[in-house]
Every structure is written in C-alpha cells, then in structure tokens.
Nanobody, 124 residues
Framework: VQLQASGGGLVQAGGSLRLSCTAS????????VAWFRQAPGKDREFVAA????????RYSGSVKGRFTISKDNAKNTVYLQQNNTNAEDTAVYYC??????????????????WGQGTLVTVSS
C-alpha cells in the first residue's frame, strides 16, 4: 500500500494541527495504521496507531490526552489531530501501515509501508 502524508506546518505552542494519511493502490482494510515522528538528532518514535478493523487505538505517553488518531473508512484516510501542542512535538511525522500484533503496535520494524513524512514545527 502506498501512503501519502499531509497537513504539516507551523503552529504556535498550545495550538492545533491535523495530519492526514491517505492510502492509494489498495485500502487500509486488514492493516494497522500508525504515526511515528522523528525530531532532529533523535530516533524515530511511536506516536499513535489505529487498527482499521475494529478501531482499536494506542498512544504514546507523551501525546496521550492531547492527540487523537481517527479514521475515515469512506476516504481511506487516517487523521492525527494534534491539540495543545508544545515545542517537543516539533518533528517530521510519518504514517505507516503494517500488521503488528496489538502488544507490539508501537514497534517501528513491524510496519512495512511508509509515507514520505510531513514536517510539524511548533513555535514557542
């Protein structure tokens, strides 16, 4: 499955932004779709994930309560709503699709398809 991430940009601290990840070539049915992020000089880290079938979601501790991952079946798109952003959220955000088991949903290596990344910059 080919992924296209969009929606990044510049936002002030405390503001909101919504990222989108759209699939082409096939649907997300049967996949888990996740967002990862990579800040300058840091490793890529898990942010959030949603299972397309059933809608189970998981979040990293650093974004839980501020970010919301959701899906639109008709548009074959996954969203990451970012609220109450802070400087530590500045990163390139990547969407990914794979079939990890639930207990390993945050494992980067288990995702086989990746989008190109979209930059989010939070200004303080």
């Amino acid at each position: 499955v080919q992924l296209q991430a969009s929606g990044g940009g510049l936002v002030q601290a405390g503001g909101s932004l919504r990222l989108s990840c759209t699939a082409s070539g096939r649907t997300f049915v049967g996949y888990t779709v996740a967002w990862f992020r990579q800040a300058p000089g840091k490793d890529r880290e898990f942010v959030a994930a949603v299972r397309w079938s059933g809608g189970v979601t998981r979040y990293s501790g650093s974004v839980k309560g501020r970010f919301t991952i959701s899906k639109d079946n008709a548009k074959n798109t996954v969203y990451l709503q970012q609220n109450n952003t802070n400087a530590e959220d500045t990163a390139v955000y990547y969407c990914a699709a794979g079939r990890p088991i639930l207990s390993a949903i945050d494992q980067l290596a288990l995702y086989s398809s990746w989008g190109q990344g979209t930059l989010v910059t939070v200004s303080s």
